[in-house]
């Protein structure tokens, strides 16, 4: 897996709501399901803020080379859209404002933390594999 890959998809995905989220939160929060009311619209143009953060910093790091930068992001991301799907899942199990399109969020969370942890996993084999022998050419 290419982390420039993952990475503009996350990026992608990350503007697709963070522009909903900044213009029309209200909108958005009724298709989960949520009252938006004032603080709801308000902590939804935050989270929009941190998308947008995510979205740029995706998108400057998609042609990063290997190293410590690159590793130090998806780690990051690994962990954080894994925390994601820890609580949008919780989310779907046990709450009663609950919907269908909340499934779309654990569904997004959790590819993301798969593509990340695999990211992230295959660096740590990389740099622990000896360098790549070149045959003596004859």
């Known amino acids: ?25 209200s909108d958005l929060l009724e298709l989960y ?26 998108w400057l790091a998609r042609e990063l080379p290997e190293g410590d930068a690159l590793d130090s992001i998806c780690a990051g991301f690994a962990l954080s859209s894994t925390v994601a799907l820890v609580v949008a899942l919780h989310h779907q199990l046990t709450s009663e404002t609950a919907n269908a399109f909340g499934w779309s969020t654990v569904a997004i969370c959790l590819g993301l933390s798969v593509a990340y942890a695999m990211l992230v996993i295959g660096r740590a084999a990389r740099r622990g594999a000896p360098p790549p022998t070149r045959a003596a050419a004859g």
């Open 33 to 58: 399901g949520a009252d938006p009311g004032p603080t709801a619209i308000y902590l939804a143009r935050l989270f929009g803020a941190a998308l947008l953060a995510f979205a740029t910093i995706c």
């Open 1 to 25: 897996m290419l982390p420039g890959i993952v990475l503009v998809t996350h990026a992608l995905i990350a503007i697709g709501f963070a522009i909903p989220l900044l213009l029309a939160p």
